[in-house]
């Protein structure tokens, strides 16, 4: 336990950037507090933080112990709990990622209901288009939408989100609408790369069940969905894209949908999560809740 306890001291001092501040929290002295770091350095044989007289700053090793003691200290808070009956009194640190368009527009929006039920957990969310390493990062799960590689992570399938093909009314006012495929030869494509292997450059959609890829050219190639959205906005080309990510821009007038009868496949929504042979109750919880969020919006 004097480990442990150690820990606790080492993400507080993290946490509030002060050996003075972590003190005064847990009511210690700051010889104490300045110990117990220090010996938990020596016994991982690391440097955890860069001490300065006006801050204190994590090191490489510091962050990515930092990362993983707030994990092990949510795991100590359940263990403590095992026995406890009432869900809400089950505490510690869920991490979760997923795309910046579902969380700010489906999962933030209805968060408070799953916080006031469960008040004693507390949501690290992520959102980004990288895909992060859920092992190594610390990840307790993420959402992932398209085709998935065989990456040994336990797969739970949500559902599929359709997909929509937009422009702003200003690129029409210059280029005119397409109505057919055919048409858009005379069209821009606002180009979408998330890495060399992800590269969206071409106008897709299924004609009868089949699945149809147009090359288009492109002014502008971004790397994330928000740069995505805006490029179309300011009138660089057309986009593909769910509707989710551009609920406010549609109502606002700032895109329209085109090419109704031309949509790309929809896309694969699915929750990941790694092995493990006792999942921890507040992950199994978070999951089931998220789940039930998401697919109100899938097909």
């Not at 527009?105 to 469960?118: A, G, H, K, S, T």
């Not at 593909?240 to 821009?249: T, V």
Request: with cysteine; glycine share 6%; hydrophobic share 40%.
């Amino acid at each position: 336990m004097e480990t442990i306890e150690a820990i606790k001291r080492f993400v507080r001092v993290t946490e509030l950037a002060s050996f003075t501040q972590a003190a005064d929290k847990l009511g210690l002295p700051k010889a104490s507090v300045s110990n117990a770091v220090q010996q938990l350095e020596n016994q991982l044989g690391t440097q955890l933080l860069h001490r300065t007289t006006r801050r204190v700053q994590l090191t490489p090793d510091g962050q990515l112990f930092y990362e993983r003691s707030k994990h092990l200290l949510g795991e100590v808070d359940e263990l403590t709990s095992l026995f406890q009956g009432d869900d809400g009194s089950i505490t510690g640190i869920i991490r979760v990622d997923m795309s910046h368009p579902m969380a700010r527009n489906i999962v933030i929006p209805q968060l408070p209901e799953f916080m006031n039920r469960y008040p004693n957990i507390q949501v690290e969310l992520s959102s980004t288009d990288r895909r992060v390493d859920l092992v190594t990062e610390g990840y307790d799960c993420v959402v992932r939408t398209g085709q998935l590689s065989d990456s040994g992570l336990v797969v739970r399938r949500l559902g599929e989100m359709s997909q929509q093909n937009f422009a702003s009314p200003g690129y029409l006012a210059r280029y005119g609408e397409p109505c057919t495929p055919e048409q858009l030869e005379q069209h821009w494509l606002v180009h979408y790369h998330v890495n060399s292997a992800d590269r969206f450059d071409a106008f897709e959609y299924l004609d009868d069940c089949i699945y149809r890829k147009i090359p288009m050219k492109s002014r502008i190639a971004v790397n994330n969905t928000d740069a995505y959205r805006a490029a179309c906005v300011a009138s660089f080309g057309i986009i593909q894209a769910p509707s989710l990510g551009a609920y406010d821009l549609i109502a606002e007038g700032k895109l329209v949908e085109i090419l109704k009868d031309f949509q790309a496949p929809p896309i694969p929504v699915s929750l990941l999560y790694p092995h493990k042979r006792n999942l921890s109750k507040r992950v199994r919880i978070f999951m089931d809740w998220l789940s039930e969020v998401l697919n109100e919006h899938l097909l």
